[in-house]
């Protein structure tokens, strides 16, 4: 199993940055790949953005230019830069790990508001 601890979320105001920190403990030399997905109010998840081990990433085009995810295999531990936020960004930002058996894994997740 892998346990999944995300923090940095938080109040910030429109045009403002956060930094969403998740950190990986357990089977991790199993994880391939680690990112994130954000739910807002009424909303479905959706993917945010994510990265493999091999360095490679993908973003959500509502997101591009934005936000940067980046990871550290050493540590297991994927970080999200979020660049000119905004109202629409305001949701709560999971942690997720795919492993190569087939199963992933989730954290309990982070609010993330973006509110003058």
């Known amino acids: 199993q892998v346990q999944l601890n995300e923090s940095g979320g938080g109040l910030v105001q429109p045009g403002g940055s956060l930094r969403l920190s998740c950190a990986a403990s357990g089977s991790i030399a199993s994880i391939y790949a680690m990112g994130w997905y954000r739910q807002a109010p009424g909303k479905q998840r959706e993917a945010v953005a994510a990265?493999?081990?091999?360095?490679?990433?993908t973003y959500a085009n509502s997101v591009k230019g934005r936000f940067t995810i980046s990871g550290d295999n050493a540590r297991m531990t994927v970080s999200l830069q979020m660049n000119s936020l905004k109202p629409e960004d305001t949701a709560v930002y999971y942690c997720?790990?795919?492993?190569?058996?087939?199963?992933?894994?989730w954290g309990k997740g982070t609010l993330v508001t973006v509110s003058s």
């Open positions: 990265i493999t081990s091999a360095g490679t990433t």
């Open positions: 997720t790990a795919a492993l190569s058996d087939g199963m992933d894994y």
